[in-house]
């Protein structure tokens, strides 16, 4: 990457996506990660470099040789459940990662992308001005690295997302979202137990990398919490019937069921986030986020098409 570019920390779901994007729209872009991801190479554009975010000296060197202009934080530890079996390395990584960033940064625009679980789930909707109440080890890492790139960084955004979702592969190793899960057991004609009692806010991941990216090039100032959430708040069980009409699957294969049945009895009844926000900044307001239907209609042929 030329300097002036974007440096995305994490190369995974979302920071592929919007690596993706930046790269389409003619910037110089750099992903870093620890391992090389597999499915980077056919990104055009996009260049990638090794990197453990918690080491200062090597994010050091890596801004010092690369000089962007823009610095998305979009990296890992994301697993809710292995968070909460290992809590103290989740805040290690994140907070580090923030601290190092956050001093580096300069005059560069930082955009951290934070979370729901900032939020203990007992709400219905959380704006920007909701008071914050992490739901699990997850949740309080990302807070206190928001906390350090507000606190720290001359031109830090933190961009909390709702539930994110997007095409992957069948072959996958495991499915990183819960559409794509859905979509090709549904396909295989497996049949779905899922909550009827867990609320969220599903976001497509194409819709997370057009307003990180217009975040990122945003005339300053910006407010320095921003929520992305879908227009829809749906139970699990409606999103995945939603899937299963768009793919012409049979709706009797999604069993609604009690959360407290499934594996996502200890997570909160709610993860649902309010934009209140976006839809005013001149750099967002054009932005058209989809709902679950036409999100579900717009990914439908990629997933029926391998098969
Ligand atoms: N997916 C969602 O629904 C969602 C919603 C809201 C917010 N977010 C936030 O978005 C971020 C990314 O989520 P995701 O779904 O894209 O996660 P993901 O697919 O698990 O990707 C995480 C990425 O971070 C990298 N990483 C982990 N530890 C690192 C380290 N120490 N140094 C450098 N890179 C590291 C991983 O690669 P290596 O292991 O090779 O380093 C991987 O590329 C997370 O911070 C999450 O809080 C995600």
Request: charged fraction near 20%; aromatic fraction near 4%.
């Amino acid at each position: 990457m030329s300097a002036g570019g974007t440096l995305v920390v994490g190369s995974g779901f979302v920071g592929t996506a919007v690596a993706r994007r930046l790269a389409a729209g003619g910037e110089p872009v750099a992903v870093a990660s620890r391992h090389r991801p597999g499915h980077l190479p056919d990104v055009r554009g996009v260049g990638w470099h090794a990197l453990d975010a918690t080491e200062r000296e090597a994010c050091a060197r890596l801004v010092a040789r690369l000089g962007p202009r823009r610095i998305v934080l979009v990296h890992g530890p994301s697993d809710v459940t292995w968070c909460e079996e290992h809590p103290d390395l989740a805040v290690s990584a994140h907070t580090a990662a923030a601290a190092h960033f956050a001093a580096l940064a300069g005059g560069a625009r930082l955009v951290m992308i934070s979370t729901d679980n900032v939020f203990d789930g007992s709400r219905p909707d959380n704006a920007e001005d909701a008071p914050v109440s992490p739901a699990n080890a997850y949740g309080r890492a990302k807070l206190r690295a928001e906390e350090i790139v507000l606190g720290a960084a001359a031109d830090a955004v933190v961009l909390r997302v709702s539930l994110v979702y997007g095409h992957e592969p069948a072959e996958a190793a495991k499915w990183l979202n819960f559409f794509a899960a859905c979509a090709h057991r549904l396909l295989r004609g497996e049949s779905l137990t899922v909550p009827q009692d867990q609320w969220t806010t599903p976001v497509l991941v194409d819709d997370v990398a057009e307003v990180t990216a217009a975040v990122l090039h945003a005339g300053a100032p910006l407010p320095p919490v921003l929520h992305l959430g879908g227009p829809d708040r749906v139970s699990r069980a409606v999103w995945a019937s939603t899937v299963a009409e768009a793919l012409g699957a049979p709706p009797r294969l999604v069993v609604p069921v009690p959360r407290a049945a499934t594996r996502y009895a200890s997570r909160p009844e709610n993860a649902c986030l309010t934009s209140s926000l976006l839809g005013r900044l001149p750099a967002t307001r054009s932005i058209a986020v989809r709902g679950v239907r036409e999100g579900a209609r717009y990914l439908a042929p990629a997933f029926t098409a391998a098969r």
